[in-house]
């Protein structure tokens, strides 16, 4: 049986790991260890912690961030549809553009609802 083949996939396997693990491992060993109260304290969204970790949220929170994930996502679509413009022609292109179009016409109505307002 010839493992020949599978080199290159080993090689991308170990050399991966090595990127993931080796700058931790460095940083441990290396980093320096002063613990303080600030840096041992909990810290989440810029203040302090002051109730109980099951406590209720605002979801407005979650409706931006869900809001944001949308529209990002979306947007992520224009890459592969700009590089593959000339081959899909005109038929892509108004396709994309009623897509927009459906994009902005919810994101307006966000904006106008309010959804986007953080108080």
């Not at 909990?42 to 529209?71: N, S, T, W």
């Not at 897509?99 to 953080?118: N, Q, T």
Request: net charge negative; glycine share 8%; proline share 6%.
């Amino acid at each position: 049986m010839d493992l020949q083949p599978y080199l290159p996939v080993i090689l991308f396997i170990l050399v991966g790991v090595m990127v993931g693990v080796l700058p931790q491992v460095i940083g441990f060993v290396l980093g320096p260890r002063r613990p303080d109260a600030a840096k041992n304290s909990p810290y989440e969204c810029g203040f302090e912690a002051f109730e109980d970790a099951r406590m209720k949220f605002d979801v407005r929170y979650y409706l931006v961030a869900i809001l944001f994930i949308l529209f990002d996502l979306e947007i992520a679509f224009l890459f592969p549809w700009a590089v593959s413009l000339r081959e899909i022609g005109a038929a892509g292109f108004w396709a994309m553009m009623m897509f927009l179009g459906i994009l902005v016409v919810g994101f307006a109505y966000e904006w106008k609802k309010g959804a986007l307002d953080w108080e």
